[in-house]
């Protein structure tokens, strides 16, 4: 297994223009998310997905778009991109939850993202 | 914000000494796990203690777990070079899961 892949590894971006982040999962895990990591502010969730066709925002959903279309994957769409979205973004996924009791985190080795 | 507080924010330690991190969470839970990140890397999974828990072993790690006050510890015994890493814990609030700030751990040789 491949676990959790992330494309591209690094990106640099002007101001306004969009891109897509991409994440695959090959453990067909049912819960699967986004989150941004800052300077002295840990990980933040941006959007999270229980399943297919399912999705939700997170603590930090702005400027953001994701859609999950197939289990095994689940894109981040940065609209028109800024400064303030310049970070390094993990995806990670889960078994899935029960009543909400979460499983082990499995992450992707993360996207940093420079905005200009 | 909806994050988690852990203490202290670094901590700077002697290889085999002992290294204690602490996290405070906002909302009920069912369990709470935590993970080590190094240096520009991905999280890796190191623990899971659940509601119904008071204390957890795993090798040279001890998790313990207060609902009553919201909060968790993470002892890291015989520290090694190795350790040295960010620790940050995660609880769930119905889907969503929220991490504390982290704290870095330096390990000296």
């Known amino acids: 297994n491949a676990g959790v892949t992330q494309t591209p590894k690094f990106q640099v971006l002007k101001t306004g223009q969009s891109m897509t982040l991409q994440c695959a999962q090959d453990m067909n895990h049912e819960y699967m998310s986004w989150y941004r990591q800052d300077p002295g502010m840990g990980l933040r969730l941006i959007h999270y997905?229980?399943?297919?066709?399912?999705?939700d925002q997170g603590e930090v959903p702005n400027g953001y778009n994701v859609s999950r279309s197939t289990t095994e994957d689940f894109p981040l769409r940065l609209l028109s991109a800024a400064p303030s979205q310049t970070s390094v973004y993990f995806c990670?996924?889960?078994?899935?939850?029960?009543?909400?009791?979460?499983?082990?985190?499995?992450f992707g080795p993360g996207t940093r993202l420079t905005v200009l | 914000s909806q994050q988690g507080e852990e203490d202290p924010q670094a901590l700077s330690i002697q290889e085999g000494e002992n290294a204690t991190m602490n996290c405070s969470y906002k909302t009920s839970i069912n369990n709470l796990q935590w993970y080590r990140q190094n240096s520009g890397r991905g999280l890796v999974h190191l623990i899971l203690i659940r509601s119904n828990e008071r204390e957890k072993h795993s090798g040279r790690l001890r998790v313990t777990l207060d609902t009553s006050k919201k909060s968790s510890s993470l002892l890291i015994t015989a520290s090694r070079a190795a350790d040295t890493a960010s620790y940050f814990c995660?609880?769930?609030?119905?889907?969503?899961?929220?991490f504390g700030q982290g704290t870095t751990l330096q390990v000296k040789p």
């Open positions: 997905s229980v399943g297919a066709g399912i999705t």
């Open positions: 990670a996924s889960s078994l899935g939850l029960a009543r909400d009791n979460h499983n082990e985190q499995f």
């Open positions: 995660l609880s769930s609030n119905t889907g969503k899961l929220i």
